[in-house]
């Protein structure tokens, strides 16, 4: 998975608790994503950042903030969880040029009751 | 919006057919058009990307075919395995924002033998 982890693995949590998932890369890439998998919706973007303390919206962005205090880190967080945020997670990096490969982390599954 | 219109949903082929999957894409800015191959609990991997200057692009088993004025592209995979079988994402950039992806929604391939 290209020098990417991302933590944790697996979550279970309830309704209105905030949680915080970390992609961590080693490869030095400038940018990185946060996409959000459902079935029939693909891969849809949540956030991304184009280096330390940069960062967009993407076209899911509610309900979810980002931070990127270091280049190798970027933390998505759900600042109050809901059910409708229960998906599989995917953090991607990439050096940011058109035409560059996306290199996609394991996921992160999370489960909002 | 931009989108990335894919197609089958699903998809089932016998070992040594042709499998064939199906994209259209609204934005002619877009000029970089790759392909993703998703296998059940890991993240994507780029399978073939193409520019548009070039019509068609082979790589082994897979080949995309890319039709600039009709907007659309193709996946080919010749002499399917069942190890083929995964989950497909066609995707596309360019333009405004060049670096984001904009995916499918996915095909889901099963080889039988």
């Known amino acids: 998975d290209a020098g990417i982890t991302q933590s944790p693995r697996h979550k279970v949590t309830e309704t209105g608790t905030p949680v915080t998932l970390r992609c961590h890369q080693t490869e030095n890439h400038r940018y990185m994503y946060w996409y959000r998998q459902d079935p029939g919706h693909g891969l849809r973007l949540i956030h991304y950042s184009y280096g330390v303390k940069d960062t967009d919206k993407g076209e899911v962005s509610d309900g979810y903030s980002v931070s990127r205090s270091k280049t190798e880190d970027f933390l998505l967080t759900l600042e109050s969880a809901t059910s409708s945020q229960t998906s599989v997670y995917f953090c991607?990096?990439?050096?940011?040029?058109?035409?560059?490969?996306?290199?996609f982390g394991p996921g992160t599954r999370l489960l909002v009751l | 919006q931009q989108q990335v219109k894919q197609s089958p949903q699903s998809l089932i082929v016998q070992k040594g057919g042709i499998s064939i999957i199906n994209c259209a894409y609204e934005n002619t800015a877009f000029d970089y058009f790759p392909w993703y191959q998703q296998f059940p609990g890991k993240g994507p991997a780029l399978l073939i990307a193409i520019r548009p200057d070039v019509s068609e692009k082979k790589e082994g088993r897979f080949t995309i075919s890319f039709n600039k004025s009709a907007k659309q592209f193709s996946l080919h995979i010749m002499d399917s395995q069942p190890g083929d079988s995964a989950t497909y994402f066609c995707a596309a950039s360019g333009g405004a924002g060049s670096y984001q992806l904009t995916f499918g929604k996915g095909t889901k391939l099963s080889v039988i033998p």
């Open positions: 991607a990096i990439s050096e940011g040029r058109s035409g560059e490969t996306q290199y």
